[in-house]
């Protein structure tokens, strides 16, 4: 079993930073993708940010220059940094990672259970 732990969530004011951050552990060979996703009410979960183990990253094109994502492949987390934060970022964040439990098996997606993130005045 695989467990992604996120934190980091919460409500700020426009313009304002959070940082999100997910770690794993459990039956975890090697993980290549870590990443972090989004659903506002009423929309479908979009790609916000991704990082492989290489450190090649995707990012929403909307997003780029706002958020930075980084990744401690030592410590199997992830995070991300959010800056000038809008009313539209309002979304539960879900954590994202493709592993391998074993050398033997290929990768899948597990997904956190997500957290709360509000921009609001």
């Known amino acids: 079993q695989v467990q992604l732990v996120e934190s980091g969530g919460g409500l700020v004011q426009p313009g304002g930073s959070l940082r999100l951050s997910c770690a794993a552990s459990?039956?975890?060979?090697?993980?290549?993708?870590m990443g972090w996703y989004r659903q506002a009410p009423g929309k479908e979960r979009e790609l916000v940010a991704t990082?492989?183990?290489?450190?090649?990253?995707n990012y929403a094109d909307s997003l780029k220059g706002r958020f930075t994502i980084s990744r401690d492949n030592a410590e199997n987390t992830v995070s991300l940094q959010m800056n000038s934060l809008k009313p539209e970022d309002t979304a539960v964040y879900y954590c994202?990672?493709?592993?391998?439990?074993?050398?033997?098996?290929?990768?899948?997606?597990?997904w956190g259970q997500g957290t709360q993130v509000t921009v609001s005045s």
């Open positions: 459990g039956s975890i060979f090697s993980i290549n993708t």
């Open positions: 994202n990672v493709a592993f391998r439990s074993s050398i033997l098996y290929g990768f899948q997606d597990y």
């Open positions: 990082m492989t183990s290489g450190g090649s990253t």
